[in-house]
């Protein structure tokens, strides 16, 4: 097994769904996928065939899933990748540079990182989703190092580092910070943050200049964190969840709406806009697909969104509307009645809903995108009223 990990029996819903949302990223370098493109797309460096990328992505999974161990995951899958024709050396072509290289495929090493890269960041990422719901009891992360023999000194210096769950510090500092890390962080209690010698000043980043190998693209990353792993795997995926339907709809060639439908049932399914409500900056989840409607308002895509925000208003102390009533909104602008009421307040669909009606208000950003303004129940007299004062939007 790689020292320093081992799978829980049955992960996380938040650990498991961080690898099941993953569209599929054929890349040919590491550095040529950004942090932010990691977050939604599977990808391993010269796995640019989907046959091979499929194989790997599917047995990460199952072995995430399974609590599979190294040894047994890697004895498994080694003769399909060799009958796939990826193992050992082999010549291929750069994309980037137009040149052949003798490109490193399979090897017993590359499996170790795969799955070390893949679990840890999984890990990671469900961590800090959980953390946004149960940051009011467990308010506090605290830096640990973890059990190798050696310790990077950057990494050592954030020992026992306690600040608030939502501190800018684990915007960059959230583990693991390079290749093979093995730090964590805990979350903690305020009694234990106290019992421990309370909350750490905010130490001061230092940042650094790397140049990217592949795209000339300088850019600042902290001292201490290897490059490619600056950044928190969980706030990275609620700030691309829009990318990653995106991507799944690519990878699916965009023959159909039913994937896209599904990507989002499944999303508001889980737990995961729960958490992404409790967070302190914005970010915008897709909430439905609507070709027909997008054609008839001249939007962009088809895609609707709607932001953490709005999500936190009615899902707060004094909810109106449970987040997972958010699945609804796509049956409500299909089959809901539509009614303009002016520039000021746009487009609200209505539709009865367990009883009781509920109205979807819709909105054009300046820039051609549809969004969901609000989302709220309300009585079926003030629909009546609407419907008389304004009629039917298109008819």
């Not at 899958?77 to 050992?88: A, I, N, Q």
């Not at 940051?135 to 306690?162: C, E, M, N, W």
């Not at 449970?322 to 303009?340: C, H, M, S, Y």
Request: proline content about 7%.
């Amino acid at each position: 097994m790689v020292a320093g990990f081992k799978f829980d029996t049955k992960p996380s819903p938040e650990v498991a769904g961080f690898l099941d949302k993953k569209g599929l990223k054929p890349s040919f370098h590491w550095a040529d996928v950004s942090p932010r493109e990691h977050a939604f797309g599977f990808t391993v460096a010269k796995a640019t065939r989907l046959d091979v990328l499929t194989t790997l992505f599917d047995e990460v999974k199952r072995a995430q899933r399974n609590g599979i161990p190294f040894d047994a995951w890697a004895k498994d899958l080694e003769p399909r990748l060799e009958k796939l024709g990826w193992w050992g050396k082999q010549d291929m072509l750069d994309p980037k540079t137009g040149k052949m290289i003798k490109a490193q495929l399979g090897s017993p090493r590359r499996l170790k990182t795969i799955y070390w890269a893949n679990t840890r960041s999984a890990r990671a990422a469900g961590l800090w989703e959980r953390a946004q719901r149960t940051k009011a009891a467990l308010p506090y992360f605290v830096y640990s190092l973890g059990p190798s023999q050696r310790h990077r000194p950057d990494h050592q210096a954030q020992s026992g580092i306690t600040l608030p769950v939502d501190d800018p510090f684990w915007d960059v500092w959230f583990t693991p910070n390079g290749w093979r890390c093995k730090c964590w962080v805990r979350q903690i209690s305020k009694t234990e943050a106290d019992r421990n010698g309370g909350v750490s000043d905010p130490p001061e980043i230092e940042m650094k200049e790397w140049t990217n190998p592949r795209t000339g693209e300088t850019i600042k990353i902290p001292e201490g964190i290897d490059p490619g792993w600056q950044g928190n795997p969980g706030k990275n995926r609620a700030r691309t969840q829009i990318d990653n339907l995106n991507l799944k709809m690519e990878n699916a060639g965009k023959h159909s709406s039913a994937l896209p439908k599904q990507v989002i049932n499944e999303l508001w399914r889980s737990k995961a806009p729960h958490s992404y409500s409790k967070m302190n900056e914005r970010v915008h989840l897709p909430v439905a697909y609507v070709p027909g409607l997008a054609s008839k308002l001249d939007a962009k895509t088809p895609l609707v969104a709607v932001s953490s925000d709005t999500i936190a208003v009615k899902v707060g102390k004094h909810k109106t509307i449970e987040a997972n009533k958010f699945e609804q909104v796509q049956r409500v602008l299909e089959e809901g009645t539509p009614i303009d009421r002016g520039p000021q307040k746009g487009l609200s669909f209505w539709l009865e809903l367990d009883g009781s009606m509920h109205a979807v208000a819709l909105k054009k950003s300046g820039d051609g995108y549809l969004y969901i303004a609000t989302f709220f129940q309300a009585s079926g007299k003030r629909f009546d009223a609407l419907k008389a004062k304004h009629g039917i939007w298109g008819e």
